[in-house]
């Protein structure tokens, strides 16, 4: 009796490790979610973003190209690049013709604190004054290459585009009493229809302003427009706005866009 129960304990034993060694050496079954690991190495690789974002690039340059802006909000201009320097002047978003405030880019400096300023020149007086701005106030950068040289002497307006003169003529400047002020400005606004012929078809505002008086609408910034009066072209005849024939202005509207610097010599 006794060996016929140790024959059934020694049975027991050995079925018992079989069953274990079996279920120790056999994988456990795949469940249905997985991904076999080979599966996932012939994957092609990740692609490259279609967005490639470059190191920042100096703005282009060259011997005849002019930048400018506009204002996009109102904002002070300062003596210096930072915030606790002297207010020059409040920069509003319009001029007094109510057209976009243009004005001319010079350079760019960065603050301590990291931010950017703008340095550009201000149409105050007096002409030739320049401040900085913080670059958020202002609109993106526009450039040309056309220059307009207004040359009192010689009572001419020519016109050059990448140094080459594209158009020249007669015109009428102001007089010794209202003269038109020499320096480096920008032509920022182009009008047309007024109701007087006094101003002709076409006229560009400029951000020249004049010490005493000019026959621009306001009194205070110089114009460059026609006339209805060509027969007094060339001369010194206007209170400082410079004055061209008809057709002349015209002709100059079609070759010379807003924001083309403007010297008058």
Known sequence: ??????????????AAFAL????????PARRAHETPIDRFE????????ALQIGRPEPLASG??????????????ARAEPRTSARIITTLATSTPDDTPNALTVLRAETDGNGSLWVRVRLP????????????????????????LVVDRKRLTATLYRNGKSIFRAPIGVGTDS?????????VRSELTRYASPFYGPIAFGTTARSAVLTDWPGGGFVGIHGTSSPELIPGHISHGCVRLRNPDIVRLASLMPVGTPLTIE
Do not use: C, D
């Open 178 to 186: 209202w003269p038109t002020p020499p320096g480096e400005y920008l």
């Open 63 to 76: 011997r005849y190209l002019a930048r400018f802006s506009v204002v996009s909000h109102p904002t002070p």
């Open 124 to 147: 105050i007086l007096p002409n030739g004054t320049a401040g900085w701005v913080r670059r958020r106030a202002l609109g993106a950068y526009q450039t040309t290459t056309e220059r």
């Open 1 to 14: 009796m006794k060996l016929g129960i140790s024959l059934a304990l020694a049975v027991v034993a050995v």
């Open 42 to 49: 012939a994957l092609p690789a990740t692609p490259k973003s």
């Open 20 to 27: 274990f060694e079996t279920t120790a050496s056999t994988p």
